[in-house]
């Protein structure tokens, strides 16, 4: 697995912390569970606008096949 290191203000990284005692994990276990969250949201909306434009352009496709 890699590893990446990013600078972040001292007030973002507190309110980070904060949000992780609140929670009861670690930093690091809500820092990737939200970026994973993230990343599977960009892909869903890549695919819906993907859809989206194949349905919008299902029959110009078919007459250009």
Same mark, same amino acid.
């Given at each position: 697995?890699? !590893?990446?290191?990013?600078?972040l203000?001292? =007030?973002? *990284?507190?309110? *980070? $912390? /904060?949000l992780? &005692?609140?929670?009861?994990?670690? +930093? /690091?276990?809500l820092l %990737? !569970? =939200?970026l994973? &969250?993230?990343i =599977? !949201?960009?892909n869903?909306?890549f ?6 434009? *194949?349905?919008?352009?299902? /029959? +110009?496709? $078919? %007459? *250009?096949a």
């Amino acid at each position: 697995m890699a !590893s990446i290191t990013i600078e972040l203000p001292d =007030s973002h *990284l507190k309110n *980070l $912390q /904060e949000l992780a &005692n609140a929670h009861g994990i670690p +930093l /690091e276990v809500l820092l %990737r !569970s =939200s970026l994973e &969250n993230w990343i =599977s !949201s960009q892909n869903t909306d890549f695919v819906n606008a993907a859809d989206y434009v *194949l349905e919008k352009n299902a /029959e +110009l496709y $078919q %007459r *250009l096949a």
